[in-house]
């Protein structure tokens, strides 16, 4: 996206107000938070829904790091499902005491 903004860039107005540079500059960079969020997957519409009700918005810094951070969070949530999945089938392969091949519930 940062390609396109960049070609956008080049057909903004020539300002002769600093104040009116001001406001554009804000308002180009709400919308380019917005379509930054918009992008991404609906795993994220939480943190997506927190961020854009804010006010004022957060910048764009900010708000990556929030999505990074929630990233991290579903990392490391997911690599625990998956380490405890492993538990649990490798410990209900076990054998029965009586040496029978099927496997015993361990949690009876």
Known sequence: MSYYWG?????E???LC???QTLFTAY???LRLTQFLMAFKDDFEPTRASI???????SLD??????IFEETRRLSITSQ???F???ATSSASLQRPDNSKRPRCIHC
Do not use: G, T
Not at 52 to 58: C, D, S, T, V
Not at 62 to 67: E, F, G, Q, R
């Open 18 to 20: 600093q104040e009116d």
């Open 85 to 87: 999945i492993i538990a």
């Open 28 to 30: 180009r960079d709400k």
């Open 52 to 58: 854009l009700n804010r006010q004022p918005l957060p």
């Open 62 to 67: 900010i708000a990556l790091s929030k999505l």
């Open 13 to 15: 107005p020539k300002w």
């Open 7 to 11: 070609l956008l860039a080049v057909s």
């Open 81 to 83: 499902q998956s380490s």
